[in-house]
């Protein structure tokens, strides 16, 4: 299974995307996302600690424990710079430090702001798990 993040133009604080799940030559609609401010570290950026997004590349996800939420959620491995990186709920960048939040409802690409998430993230979760406990694996390219 093969997710895109497709990233929009970065605000000062915040970046707003689109994730879509990539099947052979098409792709499908996914949910709306929000990170950190994208401050190019593929480019050599310098990171802001809890206020960065993660470097565009192609990245494995896996599920596992996470003992800040005390849950299993969807986590983005091997990211340079970063530890625990995880794509999971939330309304804005001011809840991530680092992580992608996701959702269903974005109503403009400029106001840090995505609605509906819980059940963009179920709905991704499920996705992810199902390919995984199938022997898939599941990456996550953020373009």
């Known amino acids: 299974m093969n997710l895109r993040l497709e990233r929009a133009v ?3 604080g915040f970046t707003e ?3 879509y799940i990539i099947e052979l030559v098409e792709r499908h609609f996914e949910c709306f996302t929000v990170e950190d401010e994208d401050r190019a570290l593929e480019k050599g950026g310098v990171k802001i600690q809890n206020a960065t997004a993660i470097p565009k590349g192609v990245y494995n996800l896996i599920i596992s424990y996470s003992n ?3 849950k299993h959620l969807i986590e983005v491995q091997n990211v340079p710079g970063f ?3 995880r794509i999971h709920s939330g309304n804005s ?3 991530t430090e680092g992580c992608i939040i996701v959702g269903s409802i974005n109503q403009r690409d400029d106001d840090d702001w995505v609605g509906g998430s819980r ?3 179920d709905r991704l979760h499920q996705k992810v798990k199902a390919a995984l406990s199938a022997g898939q694996k599941v990456t996550l ?3």
């Open 119 to 121: 059940v963009a993230y």
């Open 93 to 95: 960048s001011k809840d």
């Open 17 to 19: 995307g689109r994730m």
């Open 141 to 143: 390219e953020i373009a």
């Open 68 to 70: 800040r939420f005390k």
């Open 83 to 85: 530890t625990g990186v």
């Open 10 to 12: 970065p605000h000062k």
